[in-house]
């Protein structure tokens, strides 16, 4: 039984469409993530949200728009794609209050052509 | 802002060499560490942790110890298996949130 899941594993498209990337988690954490890895093993935070509010938005395009419809989702649109959003993209999930532990999904690869 | 530095890879080594892998952090405050491992084609795995100095995190036979002094976390095995070929990560939190800041990774090969 897969505590986190996400959805698709491959992905491929071409520039200009819109995607979406579905995760879910059945672990019962309050605390959900999006993190994107580069080509060079690169993992950066993108989004953090805690029981559907955001609370964590870094540096990231308004072409990704995160959707929370409860806490054990937590889905990544994407606007427009473009070349440089091709990347493994990894959901992932901790409790509040833990020791910080985050539990990974196992990734899904976006391929822009 | 919080970083994570880790020796570049590829490491390359024959199996049962000793395995060092650096890692050094930057942050505020009394951060927790993490070792992560990603083997090929999978999603991250927390491999061990330290919450305090002086604490040592083991598993798998991996070891590291939280040097507060010196701000490093060092992986370390006695003898490695071409099964710990992966990619390595470390990390840390001061618990803003949970969130992590990884280092840039370091893939290990080991070759029988």
């Known amino acids: 039984d897969t505590a986190v899941s996400q959805t698709p594993k491959y992905l491929v498209t071409q520039m200009g469409n819109d995607k979406s990337i579905k995760c879910e988690q059945n672990?019962?954490?309050?605390?959900m993530y999006w993190y994107k890895q580069d080509s060079k093993k690169f993992l950066k935070i993108m989004f953090s949200?805690?029981?559907?509010?955001?609370?964590i938005n870094e540096t990231v395009p308004n072409r990704f728009s995160p959707k929370s419809p409860d806490k054990a989702h937590l889905n990544l649109h994407i606007n427009s794609l473009e070349l440089g959003d091709s990347a493994v993209y990894f959901c992932?999930?901790?409790?509040?209050?833990?020791?910080?532990?985050?539990?990974f999904g196992e990734g899904s690869r976006l391929t822009v052509l | 802002g919080d970083s994570v530095t880790q020796m570049e890879g590829p490491v390359t080594l024959s199996e049962e060499a000793f395995l060092t892998i650096n890692c050094t952090y930057t942050?505020?405050?009394?951060?927790?560490l993490f070792w992560y491992v990603q083997y090929p084609g999978e999603g991250l795995q927390l491999l061990l942790k330290?919450?305090?100095?002086?604490d040592k995190g083991s598993n798998k036979g991996f070891e590291a110890t939280y040097r507060k002094e010196t701000t490093s976390f060092h992986l370390e095995k006695g003898s490695v298996q071409v099964s710990d070929s992966a990619v390595y990560f470390c990390?840390?939190?001061?618990?803003?949130?949970?969130?992590?800041?990884f280092g840039g990774g370091t893939r290990l090969m080991v070759k029988p």
């Open positions: 992932a999930s901790s409790q509040e209050g833990g020791t910080g532990e985050l539990f």
């Open positions: 672990l019962g954490h309050d605390t």
């Open positions: 949200y805690n029981n559907k509010e955001l609370i």
């Open positions: 942050a505020t405050g009394y951060p927790s």
């Open positions: 330290a919450t305090k100095a002086d």
């Open positions: 990390a840390l939190t001061r618990n803003a949130g949970n969130m992590l800041t």
